[in-house]
């Protein structure tokens, strides 16, 4: 009978452990204080910066030779993350999980246990003192 009782206990604490890993929450990182999206600031210009999907994550490439420090950094005017720096001709790879928009809410990345379809990446910009700075969207090819 004790037998019974712990194996039913071990089939549930699995069955919660399997459903707590499906959860694809959003990760809010140092520096990002989620907010709505500023649609009265200007366009200033584009950076050759170009941003390419790969699954749930984005990867920054930049060509430039100017050094991008401290930004906060929009997708689809919607999700949000800081950015500490991207250096001239560096690259840098970014979990969507840690873009949120001013809910709180997580950028719909993915992933093998996700239940909801990987929203695309169409428009990425850089918020500066200035205004907001296009990047270089590039879509995601099909595998």
């Not at 600031?41 to 920054?60: C, K, P, Y």
């Not at 790879?93 to 929203?119: A, C, H, M, Q, V």
Request: proline residues 6%; aromatic residues 8%.
């Amino acid at each position: 009978m004790n037998i019974g009782r712990a194996a039913a206990a071990a089939a549930m604490s699995a069955t919660a452990l399997f459903q707590a890993s499906c959860m694809t929450g959003g990760r809010l990182t140092e520096g990002t204080e989620p907010r709505p999206y500023p649609y009265d600031a200007e366009i200033v210009h584009t950076l050759d910066v170009q941003v390419f999907r790969d699954g749930s994550h984005i990867e920054l490439v930049s060509h430039t030779t100017q050094s991008l420090d401290d930004f906060d950094l929009w997708l689809n005017e919607r999700y949000l993350r800081h950015i500490d720096t991207l250096p001239p001709g560096a690259s840098l790879k970014l979990s969507l999980y840690e873009f949120l928009d001013e809910y709180g809410e997580p950028f719909r990345g993915g992933g093998i246990w996700s239940t909801n379809l990987p929203e695309p990446v169409v428009k990425a910009e850089v918020q500066t003192a200035e205004g907001l700075v296009g990047l270089i969207s590039i879509p995601e090819r099909d595998r």
